[in-house]
C-alpha cells in the first residue's frame, strides 16, 4: 500500500507477550458498568467469559497516540495506513476461566493479512491469535479480526420502529438505553481512547457518524452477559460478528434464543436491522 516500505505480509508471524495479574478492580469495575449483582465478583472467583479484555491493555504513552485517539500504527500489528479501524469480529475458546487474583500471561502472533478492494475501497484484514494462561496451563484461545477501511461518505442516523417486532417462542431479549456516561465508562475500563466514542463533535464531524458509536466489543459483552443470564452452565466458546455500527441515539435490542447447547445471539439497532450476530457454546 501507499506510504509502505515493507509488505503488509511482513507482519504475518509478528509476536508479543504481555503479563498482567488479573486484578480484583476491573471485575469490579464491570460488573458495576453492567449493574450486574449475581455472581459475586471476588478474589479466587472464574473470571466471566469475555472478561479478559480489560486486562494486557496497551499501554501507550500520550506522544504517541494519533489524532483519533487511537495508538499510532505499527509495532507488534502492521502498520495499515487506512484510516478507519473497527474490531470486527471473534471466535474464542475458553478452555477455563481465568482466576480473580492470579497472575496471567497473554501471547499474541498475527495469523493473517489480507488486503482487498471492494465496493467501499480499499480493505485491509488482520487475523490476532491470543493465548490466555495461568501458571503455564491454557486458559483462552482466541481469533480477532480488525478490519482496516478507507474513510467513506457520512451515515445517515437511523429512523427507529415504533415499536419492536415480536420475539420468537422462547427468546430471551434486554433493551439498552446508551448514553454518553455508559460508554465513556466502557472506554476507561478499556484504556481505549478512540474518539468516536466518549467525543461527539469528532465522531460526527471528522468520522462522519450520526452519533457517538457504541464499541463492538461492548454490544459483544452485553450478549455474553445475556447468555451467561439465561443459563446454568458457563459459556465455553463464544464467537461474534459485527455487521452494523450502533450509535447513542436511540436503545438497542439483545435476543437470544436456546439451541440444544448453544445460545444464537443478535444485536438489532433501532430500525430493527440485525447490528451484531453471536453464538455462545455452553458447557
Not at 494486557?56 to 509495532?75: A, E, M, N, Y
Not at 480488525?146 to 427507529?160: D, F, N, Q, S
Not at 457518524?209 to 464499541?215: E, I, K, Q, R
Request: charged share 20%.
Amino acid at each position: 500500500m501507499a506510504g509502505q516500505s515493507r509488505p503488509l505480509s511482513d507482519w504475518i508471524g509478528s509476536k508479543e507477550r504481555k503479563e498482567d495479574v488479573i486484578t480484583l478492580a476491573p471485575a469490579l469495575g464491570v460488573s458495576a458498568l453492567l449493574d450486574r449483582e449475581e455472581p459475586v465478583i471476588e478474589m479466587g472467583a472464574p473470571l466471566p467469559a469475555l472478561w479478559h479484555w480489560f486486562y494486557f491493555l496497551p499501554q501507550v504513552p500520550g506522544s504517541k497516540i494519533g489524532t483519533d485517539g487511537h495508538p499510532q500504527r505499527g509495532g507488534f500489528l502492521p502498520p495499515v495506513d487506512l484510516p478507519r479501524r473497527m474490531f470486527a469480529g471473534a471466535r474464542m475458546e475458553i478452555v477455563a476461566p481465568p482466576v480473580i487474583g492470579l497472575p496471567a500471561t497473554r501471547e499474541g502472533t498475527v495469523l493473517k493479512v489480507t488486503e482487498k478492494s471492494g465496493n467501499s475501497g480499499k480493505l485491509v484484514f488482520v487475523t490476532v491469535e491470543y493465548r490466555v494462561s495461568q501458571e503455564g496451563e491454557l486458559c483462552i484461545r482466541e481469533e480477532q479480526d480488525i478490519v482496516y477501511k478507507e474513510a467513506g461518505g457520512r451515515i445517515a442516523a437511523p429512523i427507529p420502529l415504533k415499536e419492536w417486532p415480536p420475539l420468537p417462542a422462547g427468546a430471551v431479549s434486554q433493551v439498552v438505553e446508551p448514553n454518553e456516561v455508559f460508554l465513556f465508562r466502557f472506554s476507561a475500563l478499556t484504556f481505549n481512547a478512540h474518539r468516536i466514542h466518549y467525543d461527539r463533535r469528532y465522531a460526527m464531524e471528522e468520522e462522519g457518524y450520526p452519533g457517538l458509536v457504541v464499541h463492538g466489543p461492548l454490544t459483544a459483552l452485553m450478549l455474553a452477559e445475556l447468555a451467561a443470564r439465561n443459563s446454568t452452565g458457563r459459556i465455553r466458546s463464544f464467537s461474534f460478528q459485527g455487521r452494523a455500527p450502533l450509535f447513542d441515539l436511540h436503545p438497542f435490542r439483545l435476543v437470544g434464543i436456546k439451541e440444544s447447547d448453544k445460545l444464537v445471539l443478535e444485536a438489532q439497532g433501532p430500525t430493527g436491522a440485525t447490528a451484531m450476530t453471536a453464538t455462545a457454546v455452553l458447557a
